[in-house]
């Protein structure tokens, strides 16, 4: 914080540090998953008089999205893993993979975090959406929103978001989030604005 620069290394036990202006070491602590299952953080920043941390983590055999509250000296203060579900074709919820790309302070003490769901392997391509969901400060889900890219479609519509921003001005209070589409040719960029209720305002590709 201030003149301080957090950062995360590592995979399987990730490191969290903390440097000076200058590149020197403050903390570094390493964050060990309570069940031993791989645990990775993609992105993390000052929020509350600490820091906040997104990644993901094994739960159930599936990759889901994990959220870390740390003090400022890097030691948790709370964490949660946020399984993601969709209907199989009978209708029923099931678990699928899911993983945290980027978390930051929203408008009302909480966080907004943003990723996708699904996983591309060599072997079967599977459907990937990207997801935004909007936390309170206790880590609880204030509301959630998916937006479909089946695979091999040529569905334009969003494959994951890499990074969100707060919009808090007189003109408009919401959320814009950014990443990558599943055009009708190859991937292009994309974007999405939400209001402050997580309905979309516009949505855009960029080829």
């Known amino acids: 914080m201030d003149d301080h620069t957090v950062g995360v290394s590592g995979f ?7 440097l000076d ?7 570094c602590n390493l964050v060990v998953s309570g069940t031993n299952e791989e645990l990775v953080y993609n992105h993390i920043e000052s929020a509350y008089n600490g820091y906040v941390a997104i990644g993901y983590t094994k ?20 964490s949660v893993v946020i399984p993601t579900y969709e209907n199989n074709v009978a209708g029923v919820p099931v678990q699928i993979d899911g993983v945290g790309m980027h978390i930051t302070k929203n408008i009302a003490s909480g966080y907004i975090m943003s990723g996708f769901t699904g996983i591309i392997n060599s072997v079967t391509p599977v459907d990937r959406k990207a997801f935004a969901l909007e936390l309170d400060f206790g880590l609880g889900v204030v509301w ?9 479609a040529g569905s334009e519509d969003f494959d994951m978001f890499t990074h969100g ?23 292009e960029a994309a974007a999405v604005m939400l209001d402050t209720a997580g309905n979309v305002i516009w949505k855009t590709h960029y080829t």
């Open 12 to 18: 399987s036990t990730p490191q969290v540090m903390e």
């Open 21 to 27: 202006a200058n590149g020197n070491l403050l903390i």
């Open 59 to 78: 739960h159930n055999g599936f990759l889901a999205p994990v959220v870390t509250n740390f003090d400022h000296l890097l030691n948790i203060i709370s």
């Open 144 to 152: 959630a929103r998916s937006f479909d890219s089946p695979s091999n």
């Open 165 to 187: 921003l707060t919009v808090n001005s007189d003109l408009f209070q919401g959320y814009f989030f950014s990443g990558s589409s599943n055009g009708s040719s190859s991937q």
